[in-house]
């Protein structure tokens, strides 16, 4: 029988222990958390629309209109026409076919991976893939080959020895704890020279990347055809909750018969679906929050570097700032707290060990002096 409590002391000693912290207020630049009013550099909400009181009313008049509860799973009786004209205008806005609404991205990827490939099999990952996408591959059965971090010679040489004819190439977008993009133009042409499948995983681009939001593969003017499986998250930049993956009618179609995570399980409300097909309008509408998040973006990786802290190359409202050892990580994020910001410390398992560093998160509704106090702080904090 596993030890449970000396696998609690271990994860203390080594400082891995998590704790939840209890939120008051609702997101924004600014949350209470414990009781305390703190400035809020963790969240993913990174065009501050969780809580835009437009977004809110859609939300209720949902919850009017449908109830709480969609009562079932899509396929049986769950399937409201809020999902429904959701599902359109995702597929209008990623300029796919169609688009299939899952309850959140963990499954959406689970589903889908397990859905595309079988045992017999190979799925290919980036070594820095998120988790849910790792399991996906793990849970599939398939032959799972994991390649370093954006090392497409790598991937090129593994998809070439394989005589396999079921490939899926699969990787993040923005990787979630570094900030990077991913070559998906290289990534596109590889897969497609190797006849494989492309999943691509936009949790923390949808909405943030592109001229109106569109997501990563814009800034690279990538189709359906480059990334025939098109997967983000609608609890991030979105700033509501859930996922979906869009492309080909006939990808969806095999979806909603064989992703397990999409048949078994109870639809999202439909006031969710209201209120992200509002949040989705303003993302769109409102360039100014995307304007706003890169000139908050230089700012806080000129005045880092000014300090001579470690970035990462990220031009995204993820800014990670690399510390190395997990009890350094957490003596900083501390001594943040006590001075009224609020970063979250990554540490092993979730990134290498030897590489905790500081989650920074930027959002559109910081303001420039939110940035310049967190730098004052960490300048002092090293
Ligand atoms: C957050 C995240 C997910 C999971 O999405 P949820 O809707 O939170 O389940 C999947 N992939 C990536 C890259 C993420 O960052």
Known sequence: MLDIRAALQARREQFLYRQRRITTSPQGAEVVIDGVRLVNFASNDYLGLANHPEV?????????????????????????????ALEEELAAATGRERALLFST????????????????????????????????????????????????????????????????????????MDGDIAPLDQLAATSKQHNAWLMVDDAHGFGVLGEKGEGSPALFDLGQDDIPVYMATLGKGIGTFGAFIAGSEELIEFLIQEARTYVYTTAMPAAIAEATRKSWRLAQAENWRREKLKGLISRFRYGAEQLGLELMLSQTPIQPVLLGEASECLRIGNALREKGFYVGTVRPPTVAKGTARLRITLCADHSEAHIDGLLDVLGKAR
């Open 105 to 176: 991205g963990y499954m959406a990827n689970l589903g889908a991976i397990t859905a595309l490939i079988g045992r017999k099999g190979v799925v290919y990952e980036d070594r820095l893939n998120h988790a849910s996408l790792i399991d996906g591959g793990l849970f599939s059965g398939a032959r799972f080959k994991r390649f370093p971090h954006v090392d497409m010679a790598r991937l090129s040489a593994d998809l070439e020895s394989s005589n396999e004819p079921d490939k899926l190439v699969v990787t993040d977008a923005v990787f979630s």
């Open 56 to 84: 809110v009313r859609a939300f209720k008049d949902g919850a009017d209109r449908y109830g709480v509860g969609s009562g079932a799973a899509h396929l049986i009786v769950g399937h409201s026409q809020a999902h429904h």
